[in-house]
């Protein structure tokens, strides 16, 4: 096959392989990030590292958990590169926050707002189970943690949203 | 089982179908009004999570708003965000086999730049999506209003859209994609036409509504526009 073709070919399996999962990292790396700038950056240097190494991934079928693991890791090094600069997370997070809301539906905002202020360590594991679907052994397996610190985070996170949303669930 | 092993192994993971919870379940009234609640806050959590990443991403130039373009139907913005959530599993969004299929779909990929306004990109935003390709003599061109680096034919590209005198304009510099001569891209149920232009080693794509003066606007790239790679 001549080179061009070869690099057609290269990339119409890069997209093909990417194309179910672009909403998913973006989403992935905001709920992350909760910021809406880094999630972009994170994500199209996600991709070029991903582009960079399609031809290691063996197995398509991992294909879903090799894309997240390299947002994930992406996502650390942007974090480690802006530590040093101080910033109010606070503040910031609420202003962001604000913009991924519906704005037509109080009760899916509220809960919004109250995944947006768990702590990431919280965060992070709920929305590999539930937007994601990772099973209990796949997310200690991301997050390089035991499947029993896995089932307390996921435990204590629903456990802090129920407190916060308490009032919305009992009139809903 | 008791009440507090049964929350416990709730939360952790609602979709459980563990006998032994539904046993309890059943049998504790108290333990059953807090499992309705854990479900209610379920539905709430995945619906919460999974926000619309088009109406997200449109809020990140945050350019003034202030209409659609001429000769573009108003129903366009709707058209094009559903095309965006529904392409990904349907296919409008998959690689075509061309470099202006390629650049049509770009355009569709991103619509929250598309829009009309008379504030310009940051610098800083715009010296980000340049770096290290282009040398660019923004005096020479109209307003730009986004600008981001892009992911284009595996690699990465600088996007541009300026104001024209129809409404936004698509201006996609490509450095590493060499063409022997001018294309013309027609997007007709958008009204959209363009060109991609030969520019040295590479080319350079526009693309705006119909009517756009989109000559003029070749002649500024050309004087505007220098690989630096």
């Avoid at chain 1, 061009?4 to 990417?18: D, I, N, P, S």
């Avoid at chain 1, 880094?38 to 197995?59: F, M, N, P, T, Y």
């Avoid at chain 1, 974090?79 to 991924?100: F, M, N, P, V, W």
């Avoid at chain 2, 179908?17 to 333990?31: I, K, R, S, V």
């Amino acid at each position: 096959m001549p080179d061009t073709e070869a690099a057609q070919a290269g990339r119409l399996k890069f997209e093909r392989l990417v194309a179910p999962w672009r909403d998913d990292l973006y989403r992935f790396a905001l709920w992350l990030s909760r910021d809406p700038e880094l999630a972009q950056d994170v994500v199209q240097e996600a991709l070029l590292r991903a582009w960079r190494s399609v031809d290691g991934l063996r197995d398509e079928g991992s294909v879903k958990t090799w894309l997240f693991t390299i947002v994930r890791r992406e996502h650390a090094r942007h974090y480690e590169r802006k530590r040093l600069e101080t910033q109010d997370i606070d503040g910031l997070s609420a202003a962001d926050c604000a913009l991924i809301a519906t704005g037509d539906d109080t009760d899916v905002d509220d809960m919004r707002e109250a995944i947006w202020q768990l702590e990431t360590d919280y965060r992070e594991p709920l929305v590999l189970q539930v937007m994601l679907g990772f099973s209990t052994k796949e997310i200690a397996e991301f997050m390089e943690i035991n499947p029993g610190a896995v089932l307390t985070r996921l435990h204590r996170a629903r456990k802090k949203l129920i407190e916060k949303m308490s009032a919305d669930l009992v009139s809903a | 089982m008791d009440c507090e092993r049964f929350r416990a192994e709730l939360l952790s993971d609602p979709a459980d179908d563990n006998p032994a919870l539904q046993a309890h379940e059943a049998a504790c009234g108290g333990c059953a009004a807090y499992a309705q609640r854990a479900r209610r806050a379920e539905a709430l959590i995945a619906r919460a999570l999974r926000f619309d990443v088009t109406a997200d991403k449109a809020a990140q130039p945050a350019p003034v708003r202030k209409r659609w373009p001429r000769l573009v139907p108003v129903g366009m913005a709707a058209a094009i965000v559903a095309a965006v959530i529904l392409g990904v599993g349907q296919g409008l969004l998959r690689p075509t086999d061309t470099m202006e299929g390629d650049v049509l779909e770009h355009w569709q990929h991103e619509p929250y730049s598309w829009v009309v306004t008379d504030q310009p990109v940051d610098s800083p935003k715009l010296r980000k999506a340049i770096a290290g390709k282009v040398v660019l003599d923004e005096s020479q061109l109209p307003t730009i209003t986004y600008a981001h680096s892009c992911f284009f034919r595996g690699k990465w590209v600088p996007h541009l859209v300026v104001q024209g005198k129809q409404g936004p304009v698509m201006v996609m510099l490509l450095p590493s994609e060499e063409i022997g001569k001018p294309m013309t891209v027609e997007f007709v149920e958008e009204n959209l036409e363009g060109i991609v232009m030969p520019h040295g080693q590479g080319s350079i794509a526009i693309v705006g509504v119909e009517g756009e003066s989109l000559q003029s606007l070749q002649q500024s790239l050309s004087r505007a526009v220098e690989w630096s790679i």
